[in-house]
């Protein structure tokens, strides 16, 4: 399976999930047996799917599930939730305004664009990234290398 575009993958083993559109002969409800993550999404196996005929016939299913339920790392937030909110590092300043985010094998990636620097790519690791606060600016702490300039140039 893979996650929305924009959105986290948040299914945990013996989290109760919707399959929609539902279906006359399965349960609409059912939990996530084994869960296994890679790079390209996540291999899941779901409760009352025993066959290789069960599983065809939820293909292109959404997996649903109930918002409390759900329990999100402190770097997990969506397209929709970071679109348009203000990047400032502490030693470069205002970045410019998240307009993407890059889902690579390793971690996610913010696509900044907007400021004085051009297109900034930010790993979304902790390191770079201590929290991400409901509203406002977001503040980073950018790595060496990734914005190239005289150290004269920072202000």
């Not at 066959?51 to 918002?67: F, K, P, T, W």
Request: aromatic share 4%; proline share 6%.
């Amino acid at each position: 399976m893979q996650p929305v575009r924009g959105l986290p993958l948040v299914l945990s083993e013996g989290l109760s999930v919707a399959l929609t559109p539902p279906a006359l002969k399965r349960d609409r409800w059912c939990l996530v047996e084994h869960l296994s993550t890679s790079g390209d999404g996540a291999l899941v196996s779901f409760s009352g799917i025993d066959s290789m005929s069960d599983a065809e016939a939820i293909s292109g299913c959404y997996v649903l599930a109930r918002e409390d339920d759900i329990e999100l790392g402190p770097l997990e937030a969506s397209v929709e939730e970071l679109s348009g909110r203000a990047v400032v590092d502490e030693r470069y300043g205002v970045l410019g305004v998240v307009r993407d985010i890059l889902e690579l094998p390793a971690n996610d990636v913010w696509v900044v664009d907007g400021g004085a620097y051009g297109e900034v790519l930010i790993p979304v690791v902790e390191d770079v990234i201590p929290t991400i606060p409901e509203s406002g600016d977001i503040a980073v702490r950018i790595m060496d290398g990734l914005i190239e300039m005289n150290d004269s140039e920072v202000s």
